[in-house]
């Protein structure tokens, strides 16, 4: 069956992740294209995943019916002004650059656009990622599929009814696998600070952040605060770290950290 072809424009990280769940879940490489201005990342994906490759934004946007713009946000302005001179009136945009707002990608454009505003995060590299989607007025239902299909192909998805929402799910989501990473990052290093080798370590707190998270997963109805108060015997372990977390102020820092990186998405919007 042909598929709708997608052309990816940057060849990062990002794009690389959600190719990969594309092609792992049946999308016809033959139907993907993803340009990059430098070459060893093309290759890479053309090598491991045989999708179409070009330097060439505007010939390779041209030929396609989605276009997923996956450049950085400083870039956005640069890449769309150079594809505003095709007539997009057809095709699906979709972007998951962080920040920038919808009605800019109008004002690089100046034309009609249907375009999809997009959240995903670097866990849709092996099937896990968490993106959230939003679509202005006026995006057909069958181009909101399409952007579903593409998406979900790296994991869950969430729409949300309001453009700044989107900027909760990059505190949620978006940015949030490095909080974990930081925190298992910190507890690999007081393990070692303990005299315990790193690899032991980080297998003992990489498998008790699996746990956790497949607990949480799989108890949809307990509270959070029910399954901590699982761990923490009276009197015990677990109650004199999760004291010293509290007194140490950790809610307040994770409270001021999201804060934080929603106020730079809001920044964002304002600067590219
Ligand atoms: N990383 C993350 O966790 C997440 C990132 N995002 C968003 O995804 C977007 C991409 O991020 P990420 O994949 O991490 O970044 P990367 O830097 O890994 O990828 C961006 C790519 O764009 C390429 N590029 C630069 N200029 C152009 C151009 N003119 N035309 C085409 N391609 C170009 C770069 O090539 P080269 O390196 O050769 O210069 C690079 O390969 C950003 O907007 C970010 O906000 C969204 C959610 C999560
Ligand atoms: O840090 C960033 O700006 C991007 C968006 C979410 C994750 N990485």
Redesign the pocket.
């Known amino acids: 069956m042909t598929q709708t072809t997608v052309c990816f424009?940057?060849?990062?990280?990002?794009?690389r992740s959600i190719i990969s769940g594309m092609v792992t879940h049946g999308y016809d490489p033959q139907c993907i294209y993803a340009?990059?201005?430098?070459q060893p990342?093309l290759s890479a994906l053309q090598q491991d995943f045989g999708i179409h490759i070009a330097n060439d934004?505007l010939a390779i946007a041209k030929q396609c019916n989605v276009i997923v713009l996956?450049?950085?946000?400083q870039?956005m302005q640069?890449?769309c002004q150079q594809l505003s001179t095709l007539d997009l009136s057809s095709k699906l945009i979709i972007t998951?650059?962080?920040g920038i707002p919808a009605s800019r990608y109008h004002d690089y454009f100046k034309q009609p656009i249907q375009l999809i505003r997009t959240?995903?995060?670097?866990p849709t590299q092996i099937g896990f990622g968490m993106t959230g989607l939003y679509a202005q007025q006026g995006v057909s239902e069958q181009h909101k599929q399409l952007c579903q299909l593409i998406m979900q192909s790296g994991g869950k998805t969430l729409w949300v009814q309001q453009e700044d929402e989107l900027n909760q799910v990059i505190a949620l989501a978006?940015s949030s696998p490095a909080y974990f990473f930081l925190f298992l990052e910190s507890m690999v290093d007081a393990g070692k600070k303990m005299g315990m080798d790193e690899t032991q370590a980080r297998e003992l707190a990489q498998q008790a952040a699996l746990g956790a998270a497949q607990m949480v997963i799989q108890n949809p109805q307990t509270p959070l605060a029910t399954l901590r108060s699982n761990v923490t015997s009276k009197g015990g372990t677990t109650a004199q770290a999760v004291e010293t977390f509290e007194q140490g102020g950790l809610r307040e820092l994770v409270d001021n950290a999201m804060n934080h990186c929603v106020a730079r998405a809001n920044e964002m919007a304002k600067t590219f």
Do not use: D, F, H
């Open positions: 424009i940057g060849a990062g990280n990002m794009s340009t990059n201005p430098s990342k934004n996956s450049v950085k946000p870039l640069q890449v998951i650059a962080a959240m995903p995060n670097t978006g």
